[in-house]
């Protein structure tokens, strides 16, 4: 049995932030109503005047009547100017309440001046109730109370000063009154709880477009990066292949060790990617459990260091240690993932007279690792974005790199309950500091 969308079970529809943002989406159209329906009721005004000097004459009531109707179409007009300039929701819902002000006042006005037709004009005060709940702006109190609250004048206007009203008369007065707000509430309930669920639809189609383009573009960059990564080891092993099988003989033990080191590290790079590739898939799929392990920090720091020991001309990777580290209970594989991905990127982007030091130490019960290095930095308008996937900075040059590596970070990160900081100048270098929360709860000094 299938389930109804949250929006269609739950009563209140929106959040509040959701609730502001729907009104000003809806900000134009609630705008216009508003135009049409002070231009209409202006219109009907205006129409009327012939009515009332046929009741009334030429008596002062009439010019009374008259000075508030004029006065009233000029509102009307004053509010279909103004609200074609109004930039916020909240100055459209003071110009609505101000024409609501005006129907009341121009509706006690005909009842006042017409004493011996009340019953006859009360029809004219619940076109008014209609009309205000048509072009309140929709927002629930303001559509709801408005018309309420202008009601009630003309209720008391019947009830205790036209005293010589039947009873027939004012029952049907009550009545209509009544039916007035029973259509105005179930118009208001009904069509502003439907264009509230089909926003939230389009809001939801919106996001699934969205995340379906990323989807594709995310997948694009996949594809073009892991080819272009995996053919150059895979032309090196190739490469290396070649000269040992056709010129193995004439190798002296040197040059057959250079080419089974350059298969060697071939595969080693392969492997690391397709590593990261199943840990992002792990990842994306829930399917990352932490196997926590008690570890052995300064050595277990130190043996993660020596893997990046590169020859020749690589950086080599300094470390400061606090003696106190001890053994903390911690997930090896995520935090290797952290400090793998981290002490790669530095060794790749820091020349070979730079300098990459590593830090850690125990600040209550929550392990503090620094991570510091004299490299290309990263240009300070794109360090918000590089934790996205296939992200890489702009000044990486021909480095290679598949823009995996501090997502993989991040994502890390998340699953052990860390926070990162990163403080990079591009051309200077980059610091990161991680700080890894209640690890040392329970667990042991060595």
């Not at 002000?101 to 076109?127: D, H, K």
């Not at 919106?206 to 995340?211: H, I, K, P, S």
């Not at 470390?319 to 060794?347: H, I, Y």
């Amino acid at each position: 049995m299938s389930r109804f969308p949250p929006f269609l079970t739950n009563p209140d529809l929106l959040a509040p932030e959701e609730e502001a943002q729907y009104r000003l989406d809806h900000h134009a159209i609630d705008g216009t109503i508003l135009s049409y329906g002070a231009i209409l009721y202006g219109a009907v005004y205006a129409l009327l005047i012939t009515a009332d000097h046929a009741l009334l004459g030429g008596s002062p009531a009439f010019y009374a009547l008259l000075v508030m109707r004029l006065g009233f179409i000029g509102l009307c007009a004053t509010v279909v100017g103004a609200v074609s300039k109004v930039q916020s929701p909240r100055s459209q819902e003071a110009w609505a309440l101000a024409l609501g002000i005006g129907i009341c006042l121009s509706n006690l006005a005909v009842l006042s001046s017409r004493p011996r037709t009340y019953n006859q004009n009360v029809t004219l005060e619940v076109i008014g109730i209609l009309v205000l709940y048509t072009v309140m702006p929709d927002r629930r109190w303001l559509k709801v109370t408005v018309p309420l609250l202008m009601s009630i004048p003309g209720i008391c206007f019947a009830l205790f000063v036209k005293v010589h009203v039947g009873f027939v008369a004012l029952v049907t007065i009550l009545l209509a009154y009544l039916c007035a707000h029973l259509i105005g509430l179930t118009a208001t309930y009904w069509v502003s709880r439907g264009r509230r669920q089909g926003w939230l639809r389009e809001r939801e189609l919106q996001n699934l477009v969205r995340e379906r383009t990323e989807l594709a573009v995310l997948r694009e960059a996949f594809i073009t990066t892991v080819s272009h990564e995996f053919r150059t080891p895979l032309h090196a092993i190739g490469t290396s292949n070649d000269i040992l099988e056709r010129h193995r003989e004439r190798l002296d033990p040197g040059q057959f060790q250079d080419m089974t080191s350059r298969i060697r590290l071939a595969v080693l790079h392969l492997t690391g990617m397709i590593d990261e590739v199943l840990f992002i898939h792990r990842v994306d799929a829930g399917r990352v459990g932490k196997k926590v392990q008690e570890t052995p920090l300064i050595s277990w720091l130190q043996g993660l260091a020596a893997q990046f020991e590169g020859p020749g001309e690589a950086t080599r990777i300094e470390l400061e240690l606090a003696p106190d580290l001890g053994v903390v209970e911690v997930d090896e594989e995520l935090l290797r993932q952290v400090l793998g991905n981290l002490l790669s990127n530095a060794q790749k982007y820091t020349p070979a007279d730079g300098r990459i030091l590593l830090r850690a130490r125990k600040a209550d019960m929550d392990l503090v690792l620094e991570l510091e290095d004299t490299g290309i930095g990263i240009p300070q308008s794109e360090q918000a974005s590089v934790f996205t996937r296939f992200q890489r900075g702009s000044n990486t040059g021909n480095v290679r790199g598949t823009g995996l590596g501090l997502s993989i970070v991040r994502d890390a990160l998340l699953l052990l309950g860390g926070d990162l900081e990163l403080d990079s100048q591009e051309g200077v270098g980059t610091r990161i500091r991680i700080r890894l929360k209640d690890l040392y709860r329970g667990a042991h000094a060595a």
